[in-house]
């Protein structure tokens, strides 16, 4: 646990040309105490140990790694699923926010900022803040307040305030300039709990060593249960939290394929997607150099996904680095695809997954088409509860399904 790799990141929060802490000069003094003091604490065994006991006790941890059967049979590949959505809050943000409320406990901060999309990290802040008495408050894009309703009920009865944002787009990216306006106004009594591996640096790497858990378990189950490592991992892609953490205990293992799943949208050539892996421009997006989505004019341009998790229009800076050097790879996944790949795994297995974790199911089961026989690990983010009121208003019917 929070495994020091040289030079990821470097001494300025850099993945190669990747990352760096580019933020208001109010907010540096900020960021140097949240880096100096996450450095003490990463080394520190008492802080390891109270990390540890709260995925135990809290979480739920470890998560299962569940053999996928029928949808082996039916793919010809050996399927494997790391069940996030079985942890407490459903889903795979709750492992980071324990660690950072522990971190701004250290640093005497009690009042808890954050934004979310899907709601899932929204719903893991204030369960973190429930725990230990603190003050959450909650931004979220009025879009994703609408279509994720029952995490905003969710997130009211643990305590947090959620505010909605009517600017822009209203998801992440709003939601997430939000945030940081609130931080710029409370530096001195806030702490900012950022849900993804993106952002300025310490965050990126941060996020990564508390989500790093989700590889170390998969990489000993699948070990235990199999006698080798997956020939291919694969996680969803928004900003990048989940499939860096499940990527990080397999990046040194050179034959095993990472696969990163980003939302197509209504298409890579509509204008409407998330995918800023696939198409993107080198830019810098909430205090990160890293691959954005711009307009012609160098404008943020509006990204789109059906997963609010996915609605983001850049990604975390590590993911980048590791398209540039090639050591992982990503794809693409459309709406449509990723609906299908719920019904599917729903049918075939009896596991409601979450919009976001679909896109990753679906990339595995193209992947299976690919490769057969191979030994794909999937990383399920979050359950799909969140997703059934939206997916009802859209009028998916059980037979368009």
Known sequence: ????????????????????????????????????????????????????????????????????????????????????????????????????????????????????????????????????????????????????????????????????????????????????????????????????AAGPHPYPMMVRDLQAIIGEEAREQILADEGALPDVVVACVGGGSNAIGIFHSFVEDGAVRLVGVEAAGEGLDSGRHSASLNVGKIGVLHGARTLILQENEGQIAPPHSVAPGLDYPGVGPEHSYLQAIGRAEYIAVDDQEAISALRVLARSEGILCALESAHAVAGALRIAREQPGARILVGVSGRGDKDMPELAAMKVTEEEL
């Open 1 to 196: 646990m929070f495994e020091i790799i040289e030079g990821r990141p470097d001494q300025n929060g850099r993945f190669g040309e990747f990352g760096g802490c580019f933020v208001p000069e109010v907010l540096s003094p900020a960021l140097l105490a949240l880096q100096d003091a996450y450095e003490v604490a990463r080394k520190d065994p008492e802080f390891a140990r109270d990390y540890k006991r709260l995925l135990a006790e809290v979480v739920g941890r470890p998560s299962l790694l569940t053999r996928a059967s029928r949808l082996s049979e039916e793919y010809g590949a050996q399927i494997f699923l790391k069940r996030e959505d079985l942890n407490h809050t459903g889903a795979h943000k709750i492992n980071n926010t324990v660690g950072q409320v522990l971190l701004a406990l250290r640093m005497g901060k009690r009042r808890i900022i954050a934004e979310t999309g899907a709601g899932q990290h929204g719903v893991a802040t204030a369960t973190a803040c429930a725990l230990f008495g603190l003050e959450c408050v909650v931004y979220m894009g009025s879009e994703d307040v609408r279509r994720q309703a029952l995490n905003v009920h969710r997130m009211k009865l643990l305590g947090a305030r959620v505010v909605p944002v009517e600017s822009g787009t209203r998801t992440l990216k709003d939601a997430m300039n939000e945030a940081m306006r609130d931080w710029v106004a409370h530096v001195e009594n806030t702490y900012y709990l950022v849900g993804s």
